[in-house]
């Protein structure tokens, strides 16, 4: 066995551990990334072609991290001379009736960071964007400046990038324990070595608690199989697709939305969904008891009268594809970024609860900062843990 030293350790490469690296690397902090499985993998939350971006969110510390996160998704872009980001807009429709206050939030987030965008009154959405109905309780915003990431092209350029500005990046190497030691150093095991540095960075996505249970700590994040849907476009004009200018779609229902993406990454098919899954164990993900099959089943039939109220031609009869995928999700659908309560050398990033893709960049910074020990670049307030009531402390 040999011993090996970094300044920082990230445990997890998807999305967010990637561009933590990017930041530590722009710091020249020597990092070491551990990832459990070879590239690119199927098996966290960060795989799949397209993720939504937007400043649309009624929550301002969501809105605070997206002129960063946009910044640098086109800096990727230019490093990795690809298109990465396909601007669609989205549409994001409230029932006024019932949502009023949500809907100001939103307005009043895309005013304060300067967002292009326009409000459309319910009966007048299918008209701007034909292919959608709604009555005249709903109204729209639409915020131009918003659209689809290239999911596992964005993962597999920042991969490249990381790797150039000399991050070590260790694939297949899964971390089997994180140990604070005296003299505030970290052991890190791994299947193959032991490894020390300064601090640790958990990015573990739903494998988060496997880690932490050992430390002391378990965070509240329920682990849910959500299943992605695609449905035949049956226009005759090809309504749907991005490049006949249709609009993401965000159709908000309690705390969770249903949501919709131009048909983009398969001809003639669209992303339809509904932001809930069922729960499951991410090593057996597509193990599915009879019981969880009815759940899943349910959700597909949401989806379904969802296209059915407001889709005028999309094959509601069944998805002709499904992909799976995992969200992490905390009680109140937001980010946990925090340091460990006992250890300050240990930093979390978990929680990000099937909307942590576009923030990536910026939540990257903010862990990178804290592990450094430098002023978070955001208020870290609303991600701290000890808003979680129900933290076990093992
Ligand atoms: C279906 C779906 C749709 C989504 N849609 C959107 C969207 O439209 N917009 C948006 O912003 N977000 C969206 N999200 C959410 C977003 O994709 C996730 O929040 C984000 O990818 C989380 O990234 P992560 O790096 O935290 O986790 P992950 O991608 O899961 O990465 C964690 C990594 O850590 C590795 N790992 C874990 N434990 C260890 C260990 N012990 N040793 C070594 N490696 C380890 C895992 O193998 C994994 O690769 C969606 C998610 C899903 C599933």
């Given at each position: 066995m040999t011993d090996q030293y970094a300044d920082v350790i990230i445990v997890g490469g998807g999305i967010v551990g990637l561009w933590t690296a990017y930041h530590l690397a722009q710091h020249g902090t020597k990092t070491i990334l551990f990832e459990q499985?070879?590239?690119?993998?199927?098996?966290?939350?960060?795989?799949?072609q397209s993720r939504i971006t937007r400043?649309?969110?009624?929550e301002p510390e969501y809105a605070a991290l997206m002129p960063e996160s946009f910044r640098k998704w086109e800096e990727l872009e230019d490093h990795a001379r690809?298109?990465?980001?396909?601007?669609?807009g989205l549409l994001t429709v409230y029932d006024v009736t019932k949502r009023a206050d949500d809907f100001h939030s939103i307005l009043k987030n895309l005013e304060t960071h300067k967002v292009n965008h326009e409000v459309v009154s319910g009966d007048k959405i299918g008209k701007r964007f034909p292919g959608l109905m709604f009555d005249s309780m709903h109204r729209g915003i639409h915020d131009a400046d918003s659209g689809v990431l290239l999911a596992d092209q964005c993962v597999g350029a920042l991969r490249s990038l990381v790797l150039r500005k000399g991050i070590e990046l260790r694939e297949s190497e899964q971390v089997l324990s994180v140990k604070p030691l005296h003299g505030e150093k970290v052991s890190v095991k791994t299947v193959k070595d032991t490894y020390h540095c300064q601090s640790v960075i958990l990015t573990?996505?739903?494998?988060?608690n496997k880690l932490l249970e050992k430390n002391n700590l378990k965070l509240p994040v329920e682990l849910l199989r959500v299943q992605v849907t695609y449905w035949k476009d049956t226009s005759s004009k090809d309504k749907y697709s991005a490049s006949n200018g249709f609009p993401c779609v965000m159709i908000p229902h309690g705390l969770a939305c249903f949501y919709c993406m131009p048909s983009l990454e398969y001809s003639g098919l669209m992303k339809l969904g509904w932001h809930i899954g069922t729960p499951c164990d991410p090593t057996a993900?597509?193990?599915?008891t009879p019981e969880w099959r009815r759940a899943a089943d349910s959700h597909i039939e949401a989806i379904r009268k969802n296209i059915q109220t407001h889709y005028t031609d999309v094959d509601s009869s069944d998805p002709a594809l499904i992909e799976s995928c995992i969200y992490t999700e905390t009680p109140d659908r937001n980010f946990i970024i925090d340091h460990h309560p006992e250890h300050r050398n240990i930093v979390i990033g978990s929680g990000?609860?099937?909307?942590?893709f576009k923030t990536a960049p910026s939540v990257g910074h903010m862990l990178a900062n804290m592990a450094l020990g430098l002023q978070p670049p955001y208020n870290p307030e609303p991600f701290a843990l000890r808003r979680c009531s129900s933290i076990s402390r093992l």
């Open positions: 499985f070879a590239y690119p993998h199927t098996r966290g939350s960060s795989h799949g400043t649309s969110y009624c690809k298109k990465l980001f396909i601007k669609t573990c996505g739903p494998y988060i993900r597509d193990q599915l990000f609860s099937g909307h942590g």
